[in-house]
């Protein structure tokens, strides 16, 4: 029967660096009806969609290729924030493009979390690449807040390019940068490193707001109140479509 490695297992042996570990489990893809021996090693999934020519070889072993697997992981866990999770930070790592989720997003009929993961990859093909991102972009279109710009590429008076989280432009000619910090932000290399990034982008003309992820998952009012009073437009009730879904 044909069978393939897939999820975090072939995630990882394509190059993608896990942000949670797994008890050493591996992930194999087999056909569905097909017989297995029992192995407390291996979890077995079983798919109507096994395609052999569709699959590519990483460390000389059959796998589901990149988008798949990353589809597969987000969808074979609980929980939907992590399944939005594990397509950013596939995107993010450059393992694959937004174009390839979106094509395997075609072909994977009924999964877990599908709406969500469509909503995810549209928030990353608009500039997202952290899920911290994703849920600011998200929190904008809850209260009505103007959407900012996303990694907005920037170069520093060294020549060098700095990306920024979330930039809103002003007629007047004002820029209002919101950076969201994750933990690793809290190590002191990565906050030095934020401290000089910030007084360049002050340097720039910008006014530089902070925030950490959790702030923007579960106090998202105050961030929003924050911004509008910095000047952050709120749009017009007529302009807002958007139905949340909340995780």
Same mark, same amino acid.
């Given at each position: ?8 297992t072939a995630l990882e042996l394509h190059g993608f660096k896990p942000f949670a570990r797994e008890a050493g489990q591996l992930h194999l ?135 920024? *989280? ?5 007629? &007047?000619? /004002? +820029?209002?940068?919101?950076? =969201?910090? $994750?933990?690793?932000? %809290? *190590? ?5 490193? &934020?401290? /000089? +990034?910030?007084?360049?982008? =002050?340097? $720039?003309?910008?006014? %530089? ?14 961030? =929003? ?23």
């Open positions: 029967y044909p069978a393939a490695l897939a999820s975090h893809l087999i056909e569905r009806g097909a017989k297995v021996s029992a192995d407390p090693m291996i979890v077995v999934h079983e798919s109507r969609r096994l395609k052999p020519e569709y699959h590519v070889e990483a460390a000389g072993l059959p796998c589901t290729d990149i988008a798949r697997s990353t589809i597969d992981a987000a969808a074979w866990q609980p929980w939907p924030r992590f399944a939005c999770a594990m397509v950013a930070a596939v995107i993010q790592q450059r393992l694959c493009t937004v174009d390839d989720l979106d094509a395997a997003m075609r072909h994977v009929g009924r999964v877990r979390h599908k709406a969500h993961l469509r909503e995810a990859i549209r928030d990353i093909r608009g500039g997202s690449e952290a899920l911290s991102e994703i849920d600011l972009i998200r929190v904008c279109r809850r209260f009505g807040l103007s959407e900012p710009d996303r990694q907005v590429k920037r170069t520093d008076q060294h020549g060098r390019f700095r990306y920024l *989280d979330a930039e809103w432009k002003f007629e &007047d000619g /004002r +820029r209002v940068v919101l950076e =969201v910090d $994750g933990a690793h932000h %809290v *190590d002191v290399p990565s906050w030095q490193a &934020d401290m /000089r +990034r910030e007084r360049a982008v =002050v340097i $720039g003309g910008a006014q %530089v707001l902070r925030a950490t992820s959790v702030e923007v998952r579960v106090e998202p009012a105050q961030i =929003v109140n924050d911004l509008v009073a910095i000047g952050v437009p709120r749009l017009v009730r007529t302009q807002l479509s958007y139905r949340s879904t909340g995780f």
